[in-house]
């Protein structure tokens, strides 16, 4: 259902995309963007995360994440030096659970910009459900793709990323790049997505981000597949974290 | 986890080399310690799941120069879990139970609670336990009952179970807890406990408990923690505890076990076997009532360094920690530090038997 409606949001943006002036609202437009990373509202998806340092590949790092309306994520941590560790994101609210530990922790907000790659980058793969946005420019284009130029600002609690300026295809919207900046105004990172074609479907499949806080840091995330998958409201609630019959509902 | 027909399962191997360097001025000194002032502990250590099933053991093995040295097998956990209904689960089987909010001292983990007097514990055994539990979206109620059993080789040697509530809401920001909790001699213990996230940055959190065992003690926990966008956080923890000794308790100890020392030619079997239970004191989760942890540390890519300061005002004594945590590639991790008792001969740290402890962890994880 959700497919047939991403389809007809294209069908529909595309009667207005030769026009400027008639373009739809930034919202409409990020509801859009979200479909290429993200195809189902409830979805498992599983990823990898390669860190460079110095254009070396320094370690990878493999992740299931299942998310959910409502600002609600589940990153099940699967490499073998992390096995048994996730993190918890529902709102503006985290919580982590080490490896052979029974006690759920809540973390804050700046913990999860920490480690490998920021768990919100994996973790959070809309941009609708916790940003606004301005058109900044309507007629621009990104490393000779013609682009449309958005300033998002959060309107949540919690975001990884305080601001966002986002290039966004003019013809489908896909996602092509982004700046990433945090609460104080610091650009943090810059991100660049690779879409392909897919089960029929253009999605985004890897990101790119380079650290300009540690300039020498590149991370690729690759997000290895999507498939929509839907987990009981109780598997949200923290405590439930210390429970390890997850796959029982799969 | 590696997946194969017989479940997920994820191995891991780790040797843990320990230096003990010894306070000789120590009333409880006794040239018996030298004989563990190298040790090497090995772990192979195998966790498993599959459909509802959760196993970890252990194969330890413990070399001390000139001490009895062991090999152990130990079955530290095995349980299943399984929903009941949309909302009730049960589990059963030995499990960890540990509840705590706090970072050094958990009040509420008052049916198990971890060592602190060692640099490197070996994981805790889980307990027998049958816990059936009610989830909601944002709460939990668990009935819980356990049934430690002590074993000495395939002897049991004592058992103590006990039934506990344990109530649990989360609420935006915080997350609020209560435990109430019957032994079989019909003890009482209750307490509770709340963490709150306060901006971006900042964490308070405070635990309390009461045992009714203890004479009616009290034992309680309030920090702040604080985290920098650099990746640098920081931790300020005040720890009551009212079942620990106070200075006067321990000047007297101090007075007995010097006078047994006295006597140790006079009356040697049975002056050593006092001077080994007066030891025991250090053995406590706390050493004095009041406790004070200062932590700082950085969450770096690679390297994680960390330096712990643990202060016991009522004596000036304190153990001092340096930390430094390092990834090896993909699947290595080793681990450096050292541990320093500091305090004026008349402190409970400034007597304990060791000066200084280096120690190191090297873990490698494997698929099998």
New interface residues.
């Given amino acids: 259902m959700s497919k047939l409606l991403n389809y007809l949001i294209i069908i529909f943006l595309f009667g207005y995309a030769n026009s400027v002036a008639s373009l739809p609202e930034v919202a409409t437009i990020l509801k859009v963007a979200d479909s290429f990373r993200l195809p189902t509202a409830t979805a498992r998806v599983e990823t990898l995360v390669e860190l460079y340092k110095n254009e070396v590949l320094e370690k990878s790092r493999e992740y299931r994440v299942y998310l959910k309306p409502g600002r609600r994520s589940l990153v099940l941590f699967r490499s073998p030096q992390e096995a048994g560790q996730k993190v918890l994101m529902v709102e503006e609210n985290f919580w982590m659970l080490m490896p052979n530990s029974r006690r759920p922790i809540r973390i804050t907000p700046i913990q999860k910009l920490l480690g490998e790659a920021a768990t919100g980058d994996i973790a959070t793969l809309t941009w609708s459900e916790y940003y606004s946005g301005t058109l900044v420019e309507a007629d621009t284009d990104y490393q000779g793709t013609p682009a449309l130029s958005l300033a998002l600002d959060s309107k949540v609690k919690g975001t990884t990323y305080a601001h966002i300026d986002l290039w966004v295809a003019r013809d489908d919207y896909a996602p092509l790049a982004a700046d990433l900046y945090v609460q104080s105004g610091k650009l943090a990172k810059q991100a660049k997505f690779i879409t392909e074609t897919v089960a029929g479907q253009r999605r985004v499949v890897r990101m790119t981000l380079l650290d300009r806080l540690q300039r020498q840091r590149r991370t690729e995330v690759k997000m290895l597949s999507v498939t929509a998958a839907e987990l009981p409201d109780k598997y949200f609630n923290p405590m439930f974290l210390i429970r390890n019959n997850l796959e029982e509902t799969e | 986890?590696?997946s194969t027909a017989w479940g997920d399962s994820?191995w891991?191997l780790r040797l843990l080399p320990e230096y003990h360097h010894f306070n000789e001025q120590s009333p409880f000194y006794s040239t018996n310690s030298l004989s563990r002032q190298r040790q090497l502990r090995g772990e192979l250590l195998l966790?498993w799941?599959q459909?509802?099933w959760?196993g970890?053991g252990a194969l330890t093995t413990q070399f001390a120069e000139a001490a009895d040295n062991e090999a152990q097998l130990k079955l530290q956990e095995l349980f299943y879990?399984?929903?009941l209904s949309?909302?009730w689960?049960i589990?059963l089987g030995k499990?960890?139970?540990?509840?705590?909010?706090g970072y050094g001292f958990r009040p509420l983990d008052l049916l198990q609670r971890e060592p602190r007097r060692m640099v490197q514990p070996p994981?805790l055994d889980g307990i027998p336990s049958i816990i059936l539990e009610k989830?909601?979206?944002?709460?939990?109620i668990s009935l819980i009952y356990t049934n430690d059993i002590q074993w000495q080789g395939t002897a049991i040697t004592d058992t103590r179970s006990a039934g506990t509530l344990r109530w649990?809401q989360?609420l935006?920001?915080w997350?609020l807890l209560a435990i109430t909790s019957w032994g079989e001699g019909g003890e009482l213990a209750g307490g509770g406990g709340f963490?709150?996230?306060l901006g971006?940055?900042?964490?308070i959190y405070t635990e309390w408990l009461y045992q009714q065992s203890h004479r009616g003690a009290w034992q309680s926990v309030v920090g702040l923690?604080w985290?920098?966008?650099s990746?640098l956080?920081g931790l300020i923890e005040y720890g009551y505890d009212g079942t620990a000794y106070r200075t006067q308790d321990w000047q007297a100890l101090f007075d007995l076990t010097q006078l047994q020392r006295n006597q140790l030619n006079t009356l040697p079997a049975a002056d050593a076997t006092n001077l080994n239970a007066n030891r025991q004191v250090y053995t406590a989760p706390n050493l004095l009532r009041d406790n004070l942890l200062l932590r700082l540390a950085y969450?770096g890519?690679?390297h994680d360094p960390a330096i712990e300061w643990l202060l016991t005002p009522a004596d000036g004594g304190s153990v001092l920690t340096l930390l430094l945590e390092s990834?090896i590639?993909?699947?290595?991790?080793l681990r450096l530090g050292v541990r320093n008792y500091l305090g004026p001969s008349d402190s409970a740290y400034g007597n304990l038997t060791e000066d200084w402890v280096l120690f190191a962890t090297w873990q490698t994880?494997?698929?099998w």
């Fill in positions: 986890m590696a994820d891991k966790q799941q459909a509802g959760t970890e879990e399984t929903s949309d909302d689960e589990s499990k960890r139970l540990g509840w705590g909010v994981l989830f909601s979206e944002t709460g939990s649990y989360s935006e920001e997350d963490s709150r996230v971006e940055a900042w964490k923690y985290t920098g966008a990746g956080n969450d890519t690679r990834e590639g993909n699947r290595q991790l994880a494997f698929e």
